[in-house]
Every structure is written in C-alpha cells, then in structure tokens.
C-alpha cells in the first residue's frame, strides 16, 4: 500500500471498510438489485462528518486526498438527503412503450430508439418525470450548500478553487476551444441531421446517430472482444478479480460502468447487450478502470492518490483501441465501414462538447451566475444549435455534484490528456503499442505513476498538451476536424470513436 500521510493512517481501515460497504450498495442499485445507500455505521464517523480530515488534507497541500476526503465528508453528511432523492427517482415514473420507467430508464431507452414517433413518445416521458423530480433535485443542492458551508467555504466556487488551483485556466481553455470549433460542429450537426432525417432537433441528436452505427454481421460480442484483448495485453489473470454483470434486468442502468468495490480484490463491471462499436469502445473504457484497480492497486487507498482526470484519461485513451482495423479484424473478426466510424466520432465529439460546456456552466454558477437556469439554455442552444430545457439546470448540476465537487473539469482534462496519454504508451510499446507484447509492462508503469500521485496539471503542462492549444484536439486527431490521423483504407478513413461519460 502506499504510505499515507499521517493524520490519515488511523483512519485507512475505516474508510476502505465504508467505501466497500457503499459502493456494494451502490454496485446493487446500479443493476437492479438492490437498494442504493445501506445504513451507516452508527457513531465513530466524527472524524469524516466534521470536515476536519479534508481541511488537514488541504493544510498539508495534498489534494489528491483532498478530493477524495470531501467526497466522504458528502456522502456521509447528505446520506438522508440522497436516501430521500434516491426513495422519489424509484417511485416516480412515466408510461412509455407500454412500460412503467423511471427517469434513470428513461435516459437509457432514449440512447437506444431511434423511430420518431417512439422518439417523441420518450422524449415527452422524460420531461414529465424530470420536471416531477426537480423539487428533489432542489431540495438536495439545498442539503449541499449547507453541508459545504459547514466546511467552512462560503462559496461552491471557493471549494472548488481549492481543490483545483488551476481550474481557472481549464476554463479558459475550454472557452477558447468551444469558440474554435463551434461553426465547424454545428455545420457537422445540420450536416447528419439533413442526412438522417432528424425533423426535430434535440440535445440527443448524436446518441441517434450513433445508434445507427451497427457493426458488421458476424462481428464478435463485446464482452468476449474485451476480454481477449486483455488476455492479449497479459492481464488475464486480473480478469478472475472482476465480476461482470451482463444480465438484463429491470432497474438496471442501461449505461456500462465499473465500480472498485475493493480493489484490488473485488472489483466490478456493468454492461448491457449492444451491437454497435460505440458500445464495445465503452465497455473497454470501464475495463481499462478494472484493469487499473485490479493491477495498479494494492490496497483501496492506492487509488486516492490517483488524480481522478488521468484514470478516465486512462479509459477513454483505451476507447481509441477498437477503432484500429487491425484490433477489429483480430478481437471482432471484421472491419467497420467509414459511415459507422463517422457517426461514432460525431457523437464522440458532441460529448466533448458537453464538457466543456458544461465546465464553463458550472464555474458561471459556482462564482455566481444570478439565473442559472438562463444561463444553462443560453450556453447550451449556442453551442448545439437546439433549445433545451431550462429547468435541466438543475439535473445536470444535481447529478454531478453527487459525483466531483467540479465534475465537467475531470472529463474535460481528460479528454485533453487522451492524446499525450496515447504517445506516451506509443513511446514505451511503439506505435502499435496495443498489439504487441510490450502493452501489458507499458500500461502498468502507468498506473504506477498513477498511484504515485501524477497530477492532471502536470501531464498538461507544455510537455504535455499545451493549456493555451485549441486546434488538433478534436475528434478528428491532430489534422484538425475532418482530416483523420489514422490510416486510410481503400480510400476511406476507418479511425474514430465514440463514447458517452
């Protein structure tokens, strides 16, 4: 195990046990069989309920730990919140197709229909359940702010600048980088909208068209692509300590994840049947996860040291993997058309673009946007050309604060750091760095940085991928949006992805 900084050692066995009691619980909701939040030990929590670790943490400038100590200080202090948050996203529902769904149901069927009427059908369901629930939602940001006020941080913004000194900077990047890319996306967005017949545009336009991206008749499944790929990169042996679930079951999300229950011993994957290479490109994410907490791990409390942006880097940097002819002919048996891997890379792109927007919405918030609601319909029709619900304002900030104090800044570097990530690898193993042999040693001295504390900001200073750079960070490589970097079969680009946090 990593050492860990003195004022945390007599606390490590404690936090492991609560963490994998909770994350079981979590895991069980999650896929549908269970309830999410268990009772929480009674007494003997004073430590983590009274803030004090997450202030020594930053006294002591470890913001690693930092981070992962005010997500403990949250959970706890807002479990009755959440439980009553967690009792109305059960029970509140909407017919659709004949069925009785929940939001989070919802949200996952409306990834996958693709008929207009059905479409509409959703998409009316789902603006009546989340206008039920955002009284909910309001209720629990309430129970946030005063937890965050007990702190002692008067303001969301001050905490965040705390824990992310340089998030000023990612900010500006993303500005500039929306401002640089905006009418070249809209243009690729009236673009498959014309092309697909989309009459009415939505926020969800990309999952639609990357739901038509199906793979060839005869292509391999993805739980069975993703495993032999990791036996073939020498990590089969961690595949014995990762339970896969891959039933279909009611209640369960329709959106694949992995959850390090207790790593490295017990760690877990979600995953549902697709047939798109969208869907085998996320479930290689989640595993690259699993691989991370199962052989980059010795103990929980390795991976608090772990700056969060490079483990997703990590995942979406393994998304890249399946868009290569050669992995698609060896782990799939066949080869994708240009059109599938053009649609993958739209909605790949129109993901990033909900980052970063998004991580400038929040900021705008957090230093004290007067109308959020306004400001979250204006920054999202100007980027995507749609209008949008004002009252998701509120959802969207409820959801990810649940998971960072600044979520949108973790994906946002992480998408900047997939690249560096990827040439980094290519340095160790070579260009084919994922064929070969040399993957497995490659990939482990990465997490090995990881669990030595490698910062974000550090992999994005001028070694790394330029703060200030706007151009070649598309979705498209270092070409610049439409000029691909992979090569060109039978005079067709073959090399994109896609991928929905």
Known sequence: MTAVPGYLAGHVEDLAALQARVAHARWLAATGQGEDHPALPEGGLTWLTDGRLVLQALEHGDLHYAGELVL???????????????????????????????????????????????????????????????????????????????????????LVRALHPEVDRFVAHARNWLD????GFLKRCDDW????????????????????????????????????????WGFGGCLERILVDDVARPGKSGTAFCSPV??????????????????????????GHALHFTAGTRHPADLWRTHPALTEAFGFTLE????????????????????????????????????????????????????????????????????VDRGAAWDRMQTYLEGKPCYPLVYHQAFMLRETLWDHLAGRAGERWY?????????????????????????????????????GE??????????????????QAVDQSQRAP
Not at 110 to 135: F, H, K, Q
């Open 72 to 158: 403990w200080y949250f959970r706890v202090r807002l479990t009755e919140a959440t439980a009553r948050l967690r009792l109305l996203q059960r029970t509140v529902t909407a017919e659709a197709g004949g069925r009785t769904l929940t939001h989070g149901e919802l949200v996952a069927l409306s990834r996958t229909v693709t008929d207009d009427r059905r479409r509409a059908e959703v998409r009316a369901a789902l603006a009546d359940v989340g206008e039920r629930l955002r009284e909910g939602r309001r209720r629990w940001l309430d129970a946030y702010a005063e937890a965050r006020a007990e702190l002692g941080f008067p303001t969301h913004a001050a």
């Open 180 to 183: 640089a890319t905006r009418a």
């Open 193 to 232: 909208r014309a092309r697909d017949a989309i009459s009415t545009p939505s926020l969800g336009d990309a999952r639609l068209v990357a739901a038509r991206a199906a793979l060839p008749e005869g292509a391999g499944g993805a739980l069975d692509s993703v495993r032999s790929t990791v036996r073939a």
């Open 320 to 387: 890249r993997v399946v868009r290569r002819p050669d992995w698609q002919r060896r782990h799939l048996g066949v080869t994708v058309d240009a059109e599938s891997v053009e649609r993958l890379a739209f909605a790949r792109e129109h993901v990033r673009r909900l980052v970063a927007t998004g991580l400038c919405y929040e900021m705008a918030v957090h230093d004290g946007c007067p109308d959020p609601a306004a400001e979250y319909a204006r920054s999202h029709e100007r980027e995507f050309g749609v209008a």
């Open 262 to 287: 207790a790593p490295p011993v017990d760690v877990r994957v979600s995953t549902m049947p697709g047939t798109t290479l969208g869907h085998h490109a996320t479930l290689l994410h989640e595993f």
């Open 435 to 471: 064929a070969g042999p040399d993957a497995g040693p490659a990939m482990r001295e990465v997490f090995r940085g990881f669990a030595a504390g490698d910062s974000a900001e550090e992999w994005l200073s001028p070694g790394g991928v330029p703060l200030g750079q706007v151009h």
């Open 474 to 491: 598309g979705e498209f490589g270092p070409g610049g949006a439409g000029q691909p970097d992979e090569p060109v079969i039978g005079g």
